[in-house]
């Protein structure tokens, strides 16, 4: 079945800092990958998406590329902002046609950002 | 912008009720999920349809959960009796072509005691 992994939390970063939260997946077929963002008390807004291999979604400063040799979808920003403190949810989806009602999101644990002053 | 609504936003019940959720997908969307967020067990999915005809409710506990779209811009959640550990935040989401994400509503807080 499908799964996602991404890095354990909580992350505390300063200002200004470098951001990266790993993520990597495990599916059978040709999935779509997503980063959700949720703030307190707040449901989850969809960040990005790559499609398919070798795509780069970007939003916000944020950017994560599609990396199917490695299965992986890591979430960078070059500088935060305390505005990121957030949970990350990575996700992914199985949109092949042949696998109709797959196409449910599978998410991972989420991860905690907290971004000091 | 267009947004999922979920009804109520808050709901505190004493064990043994019915609880209803509602959820107003965004006009055009004919893919709904129900998902229920637990700080120990993350994000799970409960149910989804499609066209309104449900496609997967194996997350959800059949003998007290039940989830249905009476038509194209309602569906609802129901868990007939309630339980403490029902407590969670429920939300409801909505797409229309997989791969292109969905769209997430700002949940209903549930609190059984």
């Known amino acids: 079945g499908n799964s996602v992994t991404q890095m354990e939390g909580p992350v505390t970063l300063s200002e200004e800092a470098f951001l990266t939260i790993n993520c990597t997946y495990t599916a059978t077929g040709y999935p779509s990958l997503f980063w959700y963002v949720q703030y307190p008390g707040e449901g989850l807004q969809l960040l990005l998406k790559a499609t398919k291999a070798d795509d780069k979604g970007s939003n916000k400063g944020f950017e994560a590329t599609y990396r199917k040799e490695t299965t992986s979808f890591h979430l960078e920003k070059g500088s935060v902002q305390v505005s990121d403190s957030a949970v990350y949810f990575c996700?992914?989806?199985?949109?092949?046609?042949?696998?109709?009602?797959?196409?449910?999101?599978?998410f991972g644990t989420g991860t905690r950002l907290t971004i000091i002053p | 912008d267009a947004r999922v609504t979920q009804t109520p936003r808050h709901k505190v019940t004493e064990m043994g009720q019915e609880v209803t959720m509602r959820c107003q997908p965004i006009?055009?969307?004919?893919?709904v999920f129900w998902y229920r967020q637990t700080m120990m067990q993350g994000l799970e999915l409960l149910a989804y349809f499609r066209n309104r005809a449900p496609l997967d409710d194996s997350g959800m506990p059949k003998d007290r959960f039940s989830a249905e779209m009476p038509d194209a811009t309602l569906a609802t959640l129901k868990i007939q009796p309630s339980e403490p550990r029902d407590s969670a935040v429920y939300f409801c989401?909505?797409?229309?072509?997989?791969?292109?994400?969905?769209?997430f509503g700002s949940g209903t807080r549930l609190t059984v005691v």
């Open positions: 006009l055009g969307h004919n893919t």
């Open positions: 996700a992914l989806s199985d949109v092949r046609e042949s696998n109709f009602g797959n196409e449910k999101l599978t």
């Open positions: 989401a909505s797409g229309f072509q997989p791969g292109t994400g969905y769209t």
